[in-house]
């Protein structure tokens, strides 16, 4: 089946600090690809959808400043906490999808624990 | 908006015997897809099972199936001979079609399967 690979899966940082994470489609070309913010013990919340060569769209209240997503290929995307602080302290979690007329859903990657000291 | 009600936060089942988790969903769409999706510990999202709104046949996937009720705007998913490994957060989601990228997602129920 399609694979999503997420990397780091884990990540550590001083408060300040950029972090990027990576999405990865290995066996399939993404056309698009999502970024999710879960909080413990909570649901999914969509931050962000980008397709390949354009800009991503934001949901509304996700500052596009703070998560930088780029999309610069049909298997990678990623995205940057810009000045990371406490409060961006989160799990990240990334899907994929190919051809959207094949109405297949969205292969996750296995998610990135960020923690901001 | 599209809206995705689990109203069972958590939910418990003795190995081997039959559960059934519920979920809601608002939407004017006709034509979408519903999902089930198995978050375990490991924080993995596995998709459990589809069922595309145009189709009345419930979906099934071995101890897995659904009942689609369209009508009535609920997708619940039955999980027969429970087993340990079943132990998850399991996630209903909404996804309008077709051509469509956007996809909605309850807010959970976590199951666990007792020995």
């Known amino acids: 089946g399609a694979v999503v690979s997420q990397h780091p899966s884990r990540v550590i940082c001083k408060s300040g600090t950029s972090v990027k994470i990576e999405c990865r489609s290995l066996d399939f070309q993404a056309t698009t690809m999502f970024w999710y913010r879960q909080f413990p013990k909570k649901s999914l919340m969509l931050m962000a959808t980008s397709n390949e060569g354009s800009k991503a769209t934001y949901e509304q209240g996700v500052e596009k400043d703070k998560f930088l997503i780029n999309h610069a290929s049909l298997t990678l995307s990623t995205l940057t906490v810009t000045s990371a602080h406490p409060e961006d302290s989160s799990f990240y979690i990334c899907?994929?999808?190919?051809?959207?007329?094949?109405?297949?859903?969205?292969?996750f990657g296995d998610g990135t624990r960020l923690s901001i000291l | 908006a599209q809206t995705v009600t689990q109203s069972q936060p958590e939910m418990s089942v003795q190995e081997a015997e039959t559960v059934t988790l519920s979920c809601t969903y608002d939407?004017?769409?006709?034509?979408?897809?519903l999902f089930w999706y198995k978050q375990p510990p490991s924080r993995q999202m596995i998709l459990v099972i589809r069922?595309?709104?145009?189709?009345?046949q419930n979906a099934t996937e071995n101890r897995f199936s659904v009942n689609f009720q369209k009508a009535a705007k609920s997708f619940s998913l039955k999980i027969s001979d429970s087993q340990l490994g079943d132990t998850a957060m399991y996630f209903c989601a909404f996804m309008k079609g077709p051509n469509n990228n956007d996809m909605r997602f309850g807010a959970g129920t976590r199951l666990t399967v007792k020995p």
């Open positions: 899907s994929a999808r190919g051809d959207p007329t094949s109405n297949q859903p969205q292969h």
């Open positions: 069922q595309e709104a145009y189709k009345q």
């Open positions: 939407t004017s769409e006709s034509n979408y897809y």
